[in-house]
Nanobody, 128 residues
Framework: QLQLVESGGGLVQPGGSLRLSCAAS????????IGWFRQAPGKGREGVSC????????NYADSVKGRFTISRDNAQNTVYLEMNNLKPEDTGVYYC?????????????????????WGQGTQVTVSS
C-alpha cells in the first residue's frame, strides 16, 4: 500500500528553521520524482520544490530559492525539505507527493497536475 508520511512541521518564529521529512513506502522510491507542495489558508496549492529520481536535479519556487533545500535518501525512502530564514508567508500545510508515473523526465517546475499520490500534510506556522 502506497504511503507518504510527512513530519517535522511546527510553530517557528520568523527567521527560524525547520526540517520536514517525507517517509515513503509501498512503491519503488527511486523510480519517482518527488515534490513538496504547500497550501496557505484560503489559497491554492503551490509547488515549493521537486527533486529528480537520483537527487541530482532540483527546482524551487522563486519565493523559496536560497532559503529552502530539498534532498532525498533513496536507501531510506525519504525526502527532506530544509527550510531556513522562514517568513510568515511560508505558513501553510506542506505536502509531499509522488510523480504520476515512474521514470518521467525532470521538468523545470513543480506542477501539481504531474503528481498523483499525496501525503496527509504537516502544518508549518511562522509567527512571532
Amino acid at each position: 500500500q502506497l504511503q507518504l508520511v510527512e513530519s517535522g512541521g511546527g510553530l517557528v518564529q520568523p527567521g527560524g528553521s525547520l526540517r520536514l521529512s517525507c517517509a515513503a513506502s509501498g512503491f519503488t522510491f527511486s523510480f519517482y520524482i518527488i515534490g513538496w507542495f504547500r497550501q496557505a489558508p484560503g489559497k491554492g496549492r503551490e509547488g515549493v520544490s521537486c527533486i529528480s529520481r537520483t537527487g541530482d536535479s532540483t527546482n524551487y519556487a522563486d519565493s523559496v530559492k536560497g532559503r529552502f533545500t530539498i534532498s532525498r535518501d533513496n536507501a531510506q525512502n525519504t525526502v527532506y525539505l530544509e527550510m531556513n530564514n522562514l517568513k510568515p508567508e511560508d505558513t501553510g500545510v506542506y505536502y509531499c507527493a509522488r510523480d504520476i508515473r515512474p521514470f518521467r523526465s525532470f521538468s523545470p517546475s513543480c506542477a501539481s497536475a504531474d503528481f498523483g499520490s499525496w501525503g496527509q500534510g504537516t502544518q508549518v506556522t511562522v509567527s512571532s
